[in-house]
């Protein structure tokens, strides 16, 4: 079996439904998603492309897209007043890889191949969010917890 290419991607319908497949196989049910996520993903994809510095990058074998993920850097949350902080952070989301194709290494060449990125753009510290079924991945590349905590605010 040939070792796939992962390759940078301009095909934002591709990446977009990629990870419309991400989100269902999280368990998030075809009800729970909005009717025109496809015009929203097209659209987020968009000005991500416009701020710079973003990569859509898809794993391919035999000329079929078997997986994908997404980084950007990101503005600052916050001042890097630490000396340790970086001053560019970026985030690595959308990982997908087809089922067929799991357990073989892709998802970790695919977020390598982020981090990659994400480290020629400036970035010095990357981010993520983890479901349970790829934290055990992101703990065996080096990614820790940070004790992220969120709240709705819709009124």
Do not use: K, N
Not at 29 to 54: H, M, N, Q, T
Not at 76 to 96: C, E, H, K, N, S
Request: hydrophobic share 50%; proline share 6%.
């Amino acid at each position: 079996m040939a070792v796939p290419l992962i390759v940078p991607s301009t095909d934002d319908a591709l990446l977009a439904d990629f990870y419309h497949r991400h989100w269902l196989e999280m368990g998030i049910s075809p009800a729970e998603i909005r009717a025109d996520w496809r015009e929203v993903a097209l659209g987020f994809l968009a000005e991500a492309r416009e701020a710079g510095g973003f990569a859509g990058l898809v794993a391919w074998r035999a000329g079929e897209a078997i997986g994908c993920a997404c980084a950007r850097p990101m503005p600052a949350a916050y001042p890097a007043f630490r000396q340790a902080d970086a001053t560019r952070v970026g985030y690595i989301w959308g990982l997908f890889v087809l089922p067929a194709e799991r357990g073989q290494g892709l998802g970790r060449r695919l977020v390598e191949a982020c981090l990659a990125h994400l480290a020629a753009a400036g970035c010095g510290r990357a981010l993520l969010h983890a479901g349970p079924q790829s934290a055990p991945l992101y703990a065996r590349l080096g990614f820790t917890a940070t004790g992220e905590m969120a709240l709705p605010l819709r009124s």
